[in-house]
């Protein structure tokens, strides 16, 4: 289930035909667009120069007047969202708003956001293997039942794999995409060997965080604590600094960092607006 906020904000959006919800990105989030596609989309009055043989003569006969098959645009481009979902993914801000809780809404939000505008979508959940992939999603429906199935989902791997999306980008999805990656990049390994695909694909990052993270205390060195992938016991050691780090230097700003106490909406418009 959607966020109320992110419902109300995706509402506002399809209500308002004129509002421009992404920019100067290669194919995100247009608006719905006619064109020489295979699905009918309506019946309108002939305007000249229209193809002439898109005349839907059934109707032309009925009205007495030149009327033309309309079809939604064929449409290659493929956006790529793919959410972490590995062990340290379900802690946070309490059972209920953990950092996957907050990936996963905004990775629906995202989702339904380019099915909307007539975009094309493919979900990969992963920890160290992949753990869900939608496939090719067309459709709000389709969108809604990959998303009924991610909910349901429990931790497998205890450590993700920060590589595999990047992986994936490189030898499976190889013709260009917008790609989303969610995650909190806990322990993230070195990615610059991944560069040369920023010249490939349009890559996003949201880095999802639990504030108590980014608090660097050295009485929090006293503490022993279990480590939120591995689950063993330990002294407290943050690595948020040294993965922030990695983060950055990668995407720069293509990255949106929200912690797990944040609303959503409008830091995730905000960043698909850039």
Not at 9 to 18: M, T
Not at 160 to 177: A, N, Q, T
């Amino acid at each position: 289930m959607l966020l109320p906020e992110l419902a109300r904000l995706l509402k506002q959006v399809e209500l308002k035909p004129s509002l421009k919800t992404m920019t100067k990105r290669s194919g995100a989030v247009r608006r719905n667009r006619s064109g020489r596609g295979m699905d009918f989309k309506e019946v309108r009055n002939y305007i000249f120069g229209d193809d002439t043989r898109h005349i839907d003569w059934n109707v032309t006969s009925r009205m007495g007047e030149l009327y033309v098959k309309e079809f939604h645009v064929e449409n290659d481009q493929l956006i790529n969202i793919f959410l972490d979902v590995s062990k340290s993914m379900y802690t946070g801000a309490g059972e209920e708003r953990t950092k996957f809780f907050v990936g996963y809404q905004i990775a629906f939000f995202i989702a339904l956001l380019c099915i909307f505008a007539g975009e094309q979508v493919n979900i990969v959940c992963y920890s160290k293997n992949i753990e869900f992939s939608s496939g090719v999603l067309k459709t709000r429906e389709a969108v809604y039942y990959a998303f009924s199935k991610i909910d349901k989902m429990k931790p497998v791997m205890p450590e993700s794999s920060h590589r595999l999306p990047f992986s994936l980008l490189k030898d499976k999805y190889i013709r260009k995409s917008i790609t989303y990656i969610i995650s909190d990049f806990y322990n993230i390994e070195d990615i610059s060997i991944y560069k040369s695909l920023v010249y490939v694909h349009d890559i996003y990052a949201v880095s999802v965080f639990d504030p108590i993270e980014s608090v660097e205390n050295e009485l929090f060195s006293l503490f022993y604590i279990k480590n939120p992938e591995t689950l063993e016991g330990g002294k407290y050691l943050s690595t948020y600094r040294e993965d922030s780090r990695i983060v950055f230097s990668f995407f720069g700003s293509k990255l949106l960092r929200i912690g797990t106490n944040e609303e959503l909406g409008i830091p995730i418009m905000n960043f698909i607006q850039k």
